[in-house]
């Protein structure tokens, strides 16, 4: 269990350090609720980060977290170890909560690449919420744990992965050209072979036909009109023989008649 904890701690601390450039040394801001944590539980948490972390690290308190501390005459203990620590001058002349001090410090950009350390929840809801920081604190069981960034961030880093490896604009205009090349080259061989097959066998290779000519399917119709008008002609011709018959016995009757009366 402890070498899965310690493995997902260094997963999101190089999750920050490779993708939002987190370098050495690392600058960690620390408020009076962590150190309070640590103090009370006599937890030395400065070479637990050194080892954690691989490299050199600033642990930094501010002039404002100071104040705060010095303004509770029971805390003052915690004081005095806070004072060991090296200072952060954050300019704040009237004064601010370490909430406020921290925020002002870190705003948008985090220019500076400050990482929190802090017990307060509001605190580490909030810079997880708007800004891609690493947050620190410290488990019931005196071990340290690293706020999981929030879905925001690492859907953004998931598509900076995947677009690193797309083609740009203009490698996909060239990968067009190249592609346009070599199926007229491909054309070319092709017709080349063909040619060989036909000097050798001597045979001439038709085309093959893209459709019916419209004039020959034209002509089919017109023969069939043709051929029907001439049916109707014959059949004309025959009713009208028949008929010639017809009355040339019907006079030959009519004579007959009349000469026997």
Same mark, same amino acid.
């Given at each position: 269990?402890?070498?899965?904890?310690?493995?997902?701690?260094?997963?999101?601390?190089?999750?920050?350090?490779?993708?939002?450039?987190?370098?050495?040394?690392?600058?960690?801001?620390?408020?009076?609720?962590?150190?309070?944590?640590?103090?009370? %539980?006599?937890?030395?948490?400065?070479?637990?980060?050194?080892?954690?972390?691989?490299?050199?690290?600033?642990?930094?308190?501010?002039?404002?977290?100071?104040?705060?501390? %010095?303004?509770?005459?029971?805390?003052?203990?915690?004081?005095?170890?806070?004072?060991?620590?090296?200072?952060?001058?954050?300019?704040? =002349?009237?004064?601010?909560?370490?909430?406020?001090?921290?925020?002002?410090?870190?705003?948008?950009?985090?220019?500076?690449?400050?990482?929190?350390?802090?017990?307060?929840?509001?605190?580490?809801?909030?810079?997880?919420?708007?800004?891609?920081?690493?947050?620190?604190?410290?488990?019931?069981?005196?071990?340290?744990? =690293? !706020?999981?960034?929030?879905?925001?961030?690492?859907?953004?880093?998931?598509?900076?992965?995947?677009?690193?490896?797309?083609?740009?604009?203009?490698?996909?205009?060239?990968?067009?050209?190249?592609?346009? !090349?070599?199926?007229? !080259?491909?054309?070319?061989?092709?017709?080349?072979?063909?040619?060989?097959?036909?000097?050798?066998?001597?045979? %001439?290779?038709?085309?093959?036909?893209?459709?019916?000519?419209?004039?020959?399917?034209?002509?089919?119709?017109?023969?069939?009109?043709?051929?029907?008008?001439?049916?109707?002609?014959?059949?004309?011709?025959?009713?009208?023989?028949?008929?010639?018959?017809?009355?040339?016995?019907?006079?030959?009757?009519?004579?007959?008649?009349?000469?026997?009366?």
């Amino acid at each position: 269990m402890k070498f899965k904890k310690i493995k997902q701690l260094r997963k999101w601390i190089n999750f920050f350090r490779i993708n939002y450039d987190f370098h050495f040394p690392y600058k960690l801001l620390v408020d009076g609720t962590f150190l309070k944590a640590c103090y009370d %539980r006599k937890f030395e948490f400065k070479e637990k980060l050194t080892k954690l972390m691989h490299g050199q690290c600033w642990v930094q308190i501010t002039t404002c977290v100071l104040n705060e501390l %010095r303004s509770i005459p029971q805390l003052k203990d915690l004081f005095d170890f806070a004072m060991s620590l090296p200072k952060l001058r954050c300019n704040h =002349i009237e004064g601010l909560t370490p909430t406020e001090c921290f925020k002002d410090l870190i705003q948008k950009n985090n220019t500076e690449r400050y990482w929190v350390m802090t017990q307060d929840e509001e605190l580490r809801e909030y810079f997880n919420q708007f800004y891609p920081i690493p947050l620190f604190w410290i488990s019931k069981d005196l071990k340290f744990t =690293i !706020e999981e960034p929030n879905k925001k961030c690492q859907k953004e880093i998931e598509k900076k992965k995947h677009n690193k490896y797309l083609p740009s604009a203009k490698e996909l205009a060239v990968i067009k050209q190249v592609q346009k !090349e070599q199926k007229e !080259e491909e054309l070319k061989k092709y017709f080349q072979k063909m040619d060989k097959i036909k000097n050798e066998m001597n045979i %001439r290779i038709k085309k093959p036909a893209k459709g019916p000519n419209p004039l020959a399917i034209q002509k089919k119709k017109d023969k069939i009109i043709r051929k029907n008008k001439d049916q109707n002609k014959t059949r004309n011709r025959k009713t009208k023989k028949i008929r010639k018959r017809e009355n040339h016995l019907r006079t030959k009757k009519v004579v007959k008649s009349n000469e026997s009366e």
